[in-house]
């Protein structure tokens, strides 16, 4: 997957809601100034770019466009998980991604969210709309 030479209009970005393939959009080689304050987590239900889960990953230095919002794109990592709820080497994986990246740039638990936090038309990703389930999921990846 290539590096856009431009950055997405915004109506290529909102393709992501009406699920159509933002994936050639690719992502883009920079996030300019922007620092990195949350973790936005989906499942694999729409087409996007992301910085960990998909087969080809978006450099952390690099803006990944997995919602249709420029700011929360540039200021954000975002993670791909598995349909379903995760087994257990999956859980941990993902505690592994999450602990490093919270370290490496001081996000706190907090700022771990899930793409329907962000908008609740979008139940992504799907196993953890729940909030029982979602609260337990997270406890266990930020503690
Ligand atoms: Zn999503």
Request: overall charge neutral.
């Given at each position: 997957?290539?590096?856009?030479?431009?950055?997405p209009t915004f109506s290529e970005l909102s393709c992501i809601?009406?699920?159509?393939?933002?994936?050639?959009?690719?992502?883009?080689?920079?996030?300019?100034?922007?620092?990195?304050?949350?973790?936005?987590?989906?499942?694999?239900?729409?087409?996007?770019?992301?910085?960990?889960?998909?087969?080809?990953?978006?450099?952390?230095?690099?803006?990944?466009?997995?919602?249709?919002?420029?700011?929360?794109?540039?200021?954000?990592?975002?993670?791909?998980?598995?349909?379903?709820?995760?087994?257990?080497?999956?859980?941990?994986?993902?505690?592994?991604?999450?602990?490093?990246?919270?370290?490496?740039?001081?996000?706190?638990?907090?700022?771990?969210?899930?793409?329907?936090?962000?908008?609740?038309?979008?139940?992504?990703?799907?196993?953890?709309?729940?909030?029982?389930?979602?609260?337990?999921?997270?406890?266990?990846?930020?503690?």
């Amino acid at each position: 997957m290539a590096p856009l030479q431009t950055m997405p209009t915004f109506s290529e970005l909102s393709c992501i809601e009406k699920e159509t393939v933002i994936r050639e959009l690719g992502y883009s080689d920079n996030r300019g100034s922007s620092p990195i304050i949350a973790i936005i987590i989906h499942g694999l239900q729409h087409p996007m770019s992301v910085h960990y889960g998909m087969r080809h990953n978006v450099p952390e230095h690099c803006t990944a466009w997995h919602i249709p919002s420029y700011i929360k794109c540039m200021t954000s990592l975002g993670i791909a998980i598995p349909k379903g709820e995760l087994q257990e080497d999956k859980r941990e994986e993902l505690r592994a991604v999450v602990q490093c990246w919270m370290n490496k740039y001081k996000i706190t638990a907090d700022k771990i969210v899930r793409h329907y936090d962000l908008n609740i038309k979008c139940l992504c990703p799907e196993a953890y709309v729940e909030p029982k389930k979602w609260v337990d999921l997270l406890a266990y990846i930020t503690r």
